[in-house]
T-cell receptor, first 112, second 114 residues
Framework: GQQVMQIPQYQHVQEGEDFTTYCNSS?????IQWYKQRPGGHPVFLIQ?????EVKKQKRLTFQFGEAKKNSSLHITATQTTDVGTYFC????????????FGTGTRLTIIP | ETGVTQSPTHLIKTRGQQVTLRCSSQ?????VSWYQQALGQGPQFIFQ???????GRGNFPPRFSGLQFPNYSSELNVNALELDDSALYLC?????????????FGQGTRLTVV
């Protein structure tokens, strides 16, 4: 079955440093979403990417969808303590297939 | 907040028992998906309901079953509980338009099986 892996599993950064998490799917995706889960909380939607090679920005966050639609990345510039949490990518295999396959997640901690 | 509510928030059950978890979807959303999230892992898709019909299922045994009601709220039932069923159970509602839509998650039900 479809597998979605993320690296790294954990990332500790000094406040102000940049952070990147990478997401790789075993199969081609129709679209990919990114979620953030704070400690003790639930996943919160960040963004959806649909097109091959798509790049989207949200303030300090930059999201990319690979040309082959099998990988994606999330980059945070100048991290802040509010960025703490686990970042998950989640992919859909086919249009109309509502099953979201979540990645393994990258847990970000910030050193003040 | 998303408008998706789950009950109860916490639950302790004994191995072999049955449990029912409930989810009220966000207003206007006709699709509810259930996920199991073990500690330190990503959510795993259990199944989805669309307009009261099951619309996709993940790799979970038949003792995991569900319902969706005419008001689009949903239940997740788990029979013959096992210790490994201990997890956070998340409900997510959405209003799919050709499959490209975000999921709005509830706060989850933390189930502990002892």
């Amino acid at each position: 079955g479809q597998q979605v892996m993320q690296i790294p599993q954990y990332q500790h950064v000094q406040e102000g440093e940049d952070f990147t998490t990478y997401c790789n799917s075993s199969t081609t995706l129709s679209n990919i979403q990114w979620y953030k889960q704070r400690p003790g909380g639930h996943p919160v939607f960040l963004i959806q990417l649909v097109k091959s090679g798509e790049v989207k920005k949200q303030k300090r966050l930059t999201f990319q969808f690979g040309e082959a639609k099998k990988n994606s990345s999330l980059h945070i510039t100048a991290t802040q303590t509010t960025d703490v949490g686990t970042y998950f990518c989640a992919g859909r295999a086919n249009f109309g297939n509502e099953k979201l396959t979540f990645g393994t997640g990258t847990r970000l901690t910030i050193i003040p | 907040e998303t408008g998706v509510t789950q009950s109860p928030t916490h639950l302790i059950k004994t191995r072999g028992q049955q449990v029912t978890l409930r989810c009220s979807s966000q207003s206007g959303h006709n699709t509810v998906s259930w996920y199991q999230q073990a500690l330190g892992q990503g959510p795993q898709f259990i199944f989805q309901y669309y307009r009261e019909e099951e619309n996709g299922r993940g790799n979970f045994p038949p003792r995991f079953s569900g319902l969706q009601f005419p008001n689009y709220s949903s239940e997740l039932n788990v029979n013959a509980l096992e210790l490994d069923d201990s997890a956070l159970y998340l409900c997510a509602s959405s209003y799919p338009a050709d499959g490209n839509t975000e999921a709005f998650f509830g706060q989850g039900t933390r189930l502990t099986v002892v």
